[in-house]
């Protein structure tokens, strides 16, 4: 019933753009913050931004100038605009969504969307 579905990843060169998107259905996306997370294979989990439900974002250091969180309520969508890719950038990226005002603890889950950087 509620479900994230990103979208927007693949291969790209370093120094290259992708934007991600993150789609909520069955619930309204409005009082939720989303986050963005990403995990690298042998890695942790890493969350890579925020945006709270007034529009309050922060950022993991490593991708602080070079990616950037937004939302569109009346799409009931999130995005997540990367530039200046690096390789250490590859990873699956999830989006999540949870009450907490700047992604304390989230409640929902997408599958992820896998985002490859390399010549």
């Known amino acids: 019933q509620l479900q994230l579905v990103e979208s927007g990843g693949g291969l790209v060169q370093p120094g290259g753009s992708l934007r991600l998107s993150c789609a909520a259905a069955?619930?309204?996306?409005?009082?939720?913050?989303i986050g963005w997370f990403r995990q690298a294979p042998g890695k942790e989990r890493e969350g890579v931004s925020c945006?709270?439900?007034?529009?309050?974002?922060i950022y993991v250091d490593s991708v602080k100038g070079r990616f950037s969180i937004s939302r569109d309520n009346a799409k009931n969508t999130v995005y997540l605009q990367m530039n200046s890719l690096k390789p250490e950038d590859t990873a699956v990226y999830y989006c999540?969504?949870?009450?907490?005002?700047?992604?304390?603890?989230?409640?929902?889950w997408g599958k992820g969307t896998l985002v490859t950087v390399s010549s």
């Open positions: 069955g619930f309204t996306l409005d009082n939720y913050a």
């Open positions: 945006i709270s439900s007034g529009e309050i974002t």
């Open positions: 999540a969504a949870g009450l907490e005002p700047l992604c304390g603890q989230m409640d929902y």
